[in-house]
């Protein structure tokens, strides 16, 4: 994902960006998961001037530590540097709505659902259509799911 010097991410994480955090986040302790995503919403609005979230390679080294920087790391490389980890939040909204992952003994697990997503199933990738659709406004459907069929799901 590109993004400018101000932080914004797009509007929703695509198809491949999705299933590659079903298939990275898969095995992951969900606390850990939620403490990065925390740690770097806390350092974002810390009132500092904006900061510059552009080069994961330079942040993640300067502003995490320990396990969170491992899996910020993992996030980073893991998807072939397409994903910021810094937005992770909005492929991990969009797993958990559409329940991709399941929470087994506190660790995300791939689970039917997520096996039904990452292989495109008409009905799973209906329902994210959908959710993208309400989040999105109007678009048509049948073109979405078009487009998401056709592009890669990270495989």
Do not use: C
């Not at 919403?41 to 396990?67: K, N, V």
């Not at 709505?97 to 096996?115: D, K, N, P, S």
């Not at 199933?121 to 056709?150: H, M, Q």
């Amino acid at each position: 994902m590109t993004r400018s010097d101000s932080g914004h991410a797009p509007a929703s994480p695509t198809y491949a960006e999705i299933g590659s955090t079903v298939r990275l986040l898969d095995g992951e302790p969900v606390k850990r998961v939620r403490n990065l995503m925390n740690t770097i919403f806390d350092q974002d609005g810390a009132g500092t001037p904006a900061l510059d979230w552009s080069d994961p390679e330079r942040w993640i080294e300067e502003r995490l530590t320990g396990e969170l920087r491992i899996l910020a790391r993992k996030v980073w490389l893991g998807s072939d540097r397409a994903i910021n980890p810094r937005h992770l939040y909005a492929q991990v909204a969009f797993i958990n709505r559409l329940r991709l992952l399941e929470t087994v003994e506190g660790v995300y697990r791939l689970g039917e659902r997520g096996r039904r997503f990452l292989a495109a199933d008409d009905a799973i990738l209906r329902e994210l259509v959908a959710l993208r659709s309400s989040k999105r406004g109007r678009t048509r459907p049948s073109a979405a799911l078009a487009a998401g069929k056709s592009s890669s799901l990270g495989r």
